[in-house]
Structures are given as structure tokens and as C-alpha cells.
Nanobody, 115 residues
Framework: QVQLVESGGGLVQPGGSLRLSCAAS????????MGWYRQAPGKQRELVAT???????NYANSVRGRFTISRENAKNTVNLQMNSLKPDDTAVYYC?????????WGQGTQVTVSS
């Protein structure tokens, strides 16, 4: 089992920045990829960014160049630095972890971009 706890969401003005963190605990040795997804009201959950255990990253086209995903292995944490935020980035952001046996989700953290 893997437990994921997100933090760092909130309200920010357009053009601003936020940093999300996801702390993993439990059977973390089995995780081979972690990432962030988001779901806006009335829309499907979509991939934002992922990072593998080897450090390879992948981004949605809509956030590439503005968001950066990174890992802090010593803290079993994955971060998402979000810059140049837009109103369209408003959503609940979910941390995700993949193992060979299962998929795990955090509880979600709200990000609201509004003036």
C-alpha cells in the first residue's frame, strides 16, 4: 500500500506561482512513476506531469514550459512548481503513484487562479 498526501494548493492571481507537494509513504520502494493530474468542474481528469523513478519527465502540452515536476528522494516527495498560472489552470490537483500492482491517488488539493 502507498499513501499520498498533497499540500500547497490555494488561490493565486493570474500570472502568479504555486508549488504543490506530494509526500508518499508505505511501500514506496514499489513506485516506478509519480505524477500530477487535475480535474476542473465538468471536465475529465487529465494528466499534468509525470516523473519516473529514473527521473524522466513528461508534461501536458498545456503546461509545458510553465510547470516543472521534480523529486526529493530523501523526503519521498514529488513537487510541482507552477508558474505563469492562468484561469484555465483552476482545478483540483491530484497526486498519483504507479506500482506494478496498483495505482494510488491522493485526496486532491484545490488550485484557483482568479483575480
Amino acid at each position: 500500500q502507498v499513501q499520498l498526501v498533497e499540500s500547497g494548493g490555494g488561490l493565486v492571481q493570474p500570472g502568479g506561482s504555486l508549488r504543490l507537494s506530494c509526500a508518499a509513504s508505505g511501500s514506496i520502494f514499489s513506485i516506478y512513476r509519480m505524477g500530477w493530474y487535475r480535474q476542473a468542474p465538468g471536465k475529465q481528469r487529465e494528466l499534468v506531469a509525470t516523473i519516473t523513478s529514473g527521473g524522466s519527465t513528461n508534461y501536458a502540452n498545456s503546461v509545458r514550459g510553465r510547470f516543472t515536476i521534480s523529486r526529493e528522494n530523501a523526503k519521498n516527495t514529488v513537487n510541482l512548481q507552477m508558474n505563469s498560472l492562468k484561469p484555465d489552470d483552476t482545478a483540483v490537483y491530484y497526486c498519483n503513484a504507479l506500482t506494478t500492482a496498483s495505482t494510488y491517488w491522493g485526496q486532491g488539493t484545490q488550485v484557483t487562479v482568479s483575480s
